[in-house]
């Protein structure tokens, strides 16, 4: 098992940043991927960013690149999400999750987190 904990949500003017955590525990030896997903209300869960458990290659939904980038710390006991130039766009609750898969579907995805809701005003 894999326990996934999230933090750092907020409200936060347009333009501003917000640092999401998400701290892991667990038998984490067993994951490929590390993932952010966000729900918008009334939308489908999307996916936001990844981080490969093994030479921490990432990749990013296009609508985040350039704004949000996600990390590790050399532990691996905490994967963080910087965002920055937030738009309202961006409001949502979101999730982190992990899978022994390299992957961008949330089907894919066994653990997830609680979620952090991150609220941006325009």
């Known amino acids: 098992q894999v326990q996934l904990v999230e933090s750092g949500g907020g409200l936060v003017q347009a333009g501003g940043s917000l640092r999401l955590s998400c701290a892991i525990s667990?038998?984490?030896?067993?994951?490929?991927?590390l993932a952010w997903f966000r729900q918008a209300p009334g939308k489908e869960r999307e996916f936001v960013a990844r981080?490969?458990?093994?030479?921490?290659?990432?990749d990013y939904t296009d609508s985040v690149k350039g704004r949000f980038t996600i990390s590790s710390d050399d532990t691996w006991s905490t994967v963080s999400l910087q965002i920055n130039s937030l738009k309202p766009e961006d409001t949502a609750v979101y999730s982190c999750?992990?899978?022994?898969?390299?992957?961008?579907?949330?089907?894919?995805?066994?653990?997830w987190g609680q979620g952090t809701q991150v609220t941006v005003s325009s």
């Open positions: 981080i490969g458990w093994y030479g921490g290659n990432t």
């Open positions: 667990g038998r984490a030896f067993s994951l490929s991927s």
């Open positions: 999750a992990a899978s022994a898969r390299w992957s961008s579907r949330d089907s894919e995805y066994e653990y």
